[in-house]
């Protein structure tokens, strides 16, 4: 579509966006009211929300307005989905240049629409606002649908930890970005469109998880967020974590070892969660540690030794996203 944002005007925009949505049966009002209405059989909303802003979350020049949709999208999903909810909408709130070619939101609003759409959910509404970056926020809803809540405070001593879906691809495509390369492109676009896998949240719960949490500060990290939480000692053993030969290739190319991203590499959304040890875990979930009481104070250890490299902070050094 032609034309700047400021030429087609906020409620033009609106207009353009809301009418490439799609629905789900849960959606019982969308877009055009004052609010939405979303069906809450369970009575319980889980809600989660989150910021994407260019520069410290994306660039354009490596993502596209379709890429980055999915991305906002995928991460607020899978908080949902880590809870052992049910997906079910997301609102969109958008601040855009009045310079920008509406193209560039209504592909986001594509990325956005098609992300849904994957873990069965809709977008139901939002608002736009004229600013000087462009920043993407979403709030996620989803339904319990009868089971209790999976949050990071119930690990057990004597549970294991699984982990199911991709771990450190994020962080090998950014550096391969960084790089000013687009190859290995399976890597590439993991870092672009995060693919978590929405439908093991909520298998999760029905197993009997104790406590679960998707990556994406990194694997360290948010199993350190449990740890706090549940106040354990979580060990990980690294020969139980899969480096792919591909991720190998990378971190000798450019001088990482590719453990580092599979450890701290945020971004992939894969799910962790602990199980009791005699929970029966279908084949996609991989088991990678165990759940002990903790020596001192709660934390994340690596083959039963501390691991001092820290994941994504947005506040800190190593915090990057695509910026």
Same mark, same amino acid.
């Given at each position: 579509?032609?034309?700047?944002?400021?030429?087609?005007?906020?409620?033009?925009?609106?207009?353009?966006?809301?009418?490439?949505?799609?629905?789900?049966?849960? $959606?019982?009002?969308?877009?055009?009211?004052?609010? +939405?209405?979303?069906?809450?059989?369970?009575?319980?909303? $889980?809600?989660?929300?989150?910021?994407?802003?260019?520069?410290?979350?994306?660039?354009?020049? %490596?993502?596209? !307005?379709?890429?980055?949709?999915?991305?906002?999208?995928?991460? &607020?999903?899978?908080?949902? !989905? *880590?809870?052992? !909810?049910?997906?079910?909408?997301?609102?969109?709130?958008?601040?855009?240049? *009045?310079?920008?070619? $509406?193209? %560039?939101?209504?592909?986001l609003m594509d990325g956005l629409r098609d992300e849904c759409q994957v873990a069965g959910a809709a977008v139901v509404g939002g608002d736009v606002v004229r600013g000087d970056t462009i920043t993407v926020s979403i709030t996620a809803l989803g339904d319990l649908r009868n089971h209790e809540p999976v949050t990071r405070a119930g690990a057990q001593p004597g549970d294991v930890v699984a982990v199911t879906g %991709?771990?450190? %691809?994020?962080? +090998?495509?950014? *550096?391969?970005?960084?790089?000013?390369?687009?190859?290995?492109?399976?890597?590439? @676009?993991?870092?672009?469109?995060? @693919?978590?896998?929405?439908?093991?949240?909520? !298998? *999760?719960?029905?197993?009997?998880?104790?406590?679960?949490t998707d990556v994406s500060d990194g694997l360290?990290?948010?199993?350190?967020?449990?740890? @706090?939480?549940?106040?354990?000692?979580?060990?990980?053993?690294?020969?139980?974590?899969? $480096?792919?030969?591909?991720? &190998?290739?990378?971190g000798q190319a450019v001088g990482v070892d590719p453990l580092q991203w599979v450890l701290n590499g945020g971004e992939d959304h894969a799910i962790v969660a602990t199980f009791p040890q005699d929970v029966k875990l279908p084949a996609r979930w991989k088991v990678i540690g165990e759940v002990l009481n903790p020596s001192a104070q709660p934390q994340v250890t690596v083959d039963g030794a501390p691991w001092t490299s820290k994941g994504w902070d947005h506040f800190g050094e190593n915090g990057g996203g695509d910026s």
């Open positions: 579509m032609k034309g700047t944002v400021g030429e087609l005007g906020e409620f033009g925009l609106i207009k353009e966006l809301t009418s490439r949505l799609t629905s789900t049966p849960a $959606v019982r009002l969308g877009p055009g009211d004052d609010a +939405a209405v979303v069906a809450a059989p369970d009575r319980r909303v $889980v809600a989660s929300t989150d910021i994407l802003l260019e520069g410290r979350h994306f660039r354009r020049d %490596w993502s596209t !307005a379709y890429d980055v949709g999915r991305k906002a999208a995928a991460q &607020n999903l899978a908080d949902i !989905a *880590a809870m052992g !909810a049910v997906p079910t909408a997301i609102l969109l709130g958008l601040v855009v240049p *009045a310079e920008l070619p $509406v193209s %560039w939101p209504t592909e %991709w771990l450190g %691809w994020s962080a +090998a495509g950014h *550096a391969v970005l960084s790089r000013g390369f687009r190859s290995p492109r399976a890597f590439v @676009e993991a870092h672009r469109r995060p @693919e978590p896998p929405y439908h093991a949240g909520p !298998a *999760a719960a029905g197993l009997g998880a104790t406590s679960m360290i990290a948010d199993l350190g967020h449990i740890a @706090e939480a549940s106040k354990v000692r979580i060990d990980i053993r690294s020969g139980d974590v899969d $480096v792919p030969s591909q991720m &190998n290739d990378i």
